[in-house]
């Protein structure tokens, strides 16, 4: 029997930086109840709050989720209120190497972009994400801006090679992301296994970049049973089918 229920965010219960819409938080409360529930992504806790829990309805039944920022490096659970089980952050020595390198890779690069929405460099405590076109760009713009992922595999290929004591990652549409070394969703599962006490085997991961190279496939690597899904749509399909067959038992 499956016993956690752990999801992507962004392009998975939500479009890119949107709050989860009604019919997916009626649907993420109901799942509570019935399984625990965990969320990983690159985004940051303010991230979490305003696209997962601004939504969701705030009583005990939260106490079945795990929230898991920055790809697990960060860690919250609901007792009353939310709280930060840990927090593995960088030093400010590290800060200070990353985003001056960052900048000068993207000093190297010829990337025309022609409006920015909001910050392009986000220091998250444990993760330093690069936005290329701003943490709040429009989704159409997003979407289109780097569709075979080769402006951002530029700045990563740069960045490994003036950074190699950390571990560069593509996330979301427009994003790079920059952690200690071996931080993925591999990461987030194994904290989930370790902090809950619950086997891998007793998971379901469900994301929408489950392929070789995409950032969700480290879950699946890791032996959890991996569904993809193509949008926050199909997603919900997924989660009525589980709450029928768990609901059941």
Avoid at 41 to 46: A, E, I, Q, R, T
Avoid at 61 to 75: A, E, V
Wanted: hydrophobic content about 35%; some cysteine; charged content about 30%.
């Amino acid at each position: 029997m499956k016993r956690l229920i752990v999801f992507d965010l962004d392009g998975t219960l939500a479009e890119s930086k949107s709050s989860l819409d009604i019919e997916m938080a009626s649907l993420l409360h109901d799942l509570l109840g019935i399984v625990k529930v965990a969320i990983i992504s690159g985004g940051g806790w303010p991230q979490f709050e305003k696209q997962i829990l601004s939504n969701l309805p705030q009583d005990e039944i939260l106490k079945n989720l795990s929230l898991l920022p920055t790809c697990g490096t960060q860690f919250y659970q609901y007792d009353e209120a939310w709280k930060k089980i840990y927090s593995e952050d960088f030093s400010p020595k590290e800060k200070t190497r990353i985003i001056n390198e960052l900048k000068n890779a993207l000093n190297t690069t010829d990337f025309e972009i022609e409006q920015i929405w909001g910050d392009e460099i986000e220091d998250r405590g444990s993760q330093i994400t690069y936005s290329a076109l701003g943490q709040q760009a429009p989704i159409e713009e997003k979407t289109k801006w780097d569709t075979d992922f080769a402006k951002r595999k530029k700045i990563q290929e740069i960045l490994s090679v003036s950074i190699p004591e950390f571990s560069v990652h593509l996330g979301g549409t427009t994003s790079v992301d920059i952690t200690k070394p071996g931080i993925d969703k591999a990461y987030g599962i194994m904290k989930l296994r370790d902090k809950l006490n619950i086997e891998i085997k007793e998971m379901i991961f469900i994301g929408d970049a489950i392929f070789p190279g995409g950032n969700d496939y480290p879950a699946k690597e890791t032996g959890a049973v991996s569904i993809r899904i193509k949008d926050p749509e199909e997603t919900k399909r997924v989660i009525e089918t589980i709450i029928a067959c768990l609901g059941s038992m």
